[in-house]
């Protein structure tokens, strides 16, 4: 079956640096999403990987390793408003998007 | 660009009753819509993959006689909730993706049904 993993929940400080892992087993890869969702809010788009390496977009920064079914989310700078939840997903060989739980960060002041 | 519309953006109706939700997209063209649902504190959870012209496709669980989705044009899908009941209250999604081989889904604001 199509797995994707992520932590439930994170915390981390104002100001600080966290990181959001997701692994996956999926049928075939077709690239990875980063979505943020605030609550009662629909997930907005954050990055999109498909090749290896790490790809930098302001204070977002998102890596994929292919080789090893993963993925991670670093946030740098941390403000409060980036407390959302933050939703990884694959695309699979009939170009679905198979979404992860999600995993929600709380930002302490 | 890549803008989804939604509305109604939240309704309230009775046990019974049905309920229409249109998801459009506003300045490009949507071979394939999406019909999500989420309830509270938990992840989005995909009812069904709308192509234009064609019948649309559930996912397992998912009643297509109660949950109608109709996708006639390339800027508009509808989902029915036909004779609604508590259970069904969620925040409903839909969301797009264009023509050009671009797997990135553009989601709409989402609807809060409320089933009373």
């Known amino acids: 079956g199509q797995n994707i993993d992520q932590p439930t929940e994170m915390t981390a400080t104002e100001g600080a640096i966290v990181q959001i892992n997701c692994t996956y087993q999926t049928s075939g890869f077709n690239g990875l999403f980063w979505y943020q969702q605030h609550a009662g809010e629909a997930p907005t788009f954050l990055s999109y990987?498909?090749l290896d390496g790490l790809e930098e977009k302001g204070r977002f920064s998102s890596f994929l390793s292919r080789s090893k079914g993963y993925s991670y989310l670093l946030l740098k700078e941390l403000q409060m408003k980036d407390s959302a939840s933050y939703l990884c997903a694959v695309v699979d060989s009939n170009y679905q998007l198979i979404w992860g739980a999600g995993t929600k960060l709380i930002i302490k002041p | 660009g890549a803008v989804v519309s939604q509305h109604p953006s939240w309704v309230i109706c009775k046990s019974g009753t049905s309920v229409k939700i249109e998801c459009r997209s506003l300045?490009?063209?949507?071979?394939?819509m999406f019909w999500y649902r989420q309830f509270p504190k938990q992840s989005l959870m995909l009812m069904a993959t709308s192509n234009e012209g064609s019948k649309a496709t559930y996912e397992q669980g998912v009643e297509k006689d109660k949950f109608l989705i109709n996708h006639a044009s390339l800027t508009l899908s509808t989902l029915t909730v036909t004779s609604a009941h508590p259970e069904d209250s969620s925040f409903y999604i839909c969301s797009a993706r264009g023509q050009k081989k671009d797997y990135e889904q553009y989601f709409g604001p989402g609807t809060r049904l409320t089933v009373t």
């Open positions: 300045d490009f063209q949507a071979t394939t």
């Open positions: 990987n498909v």
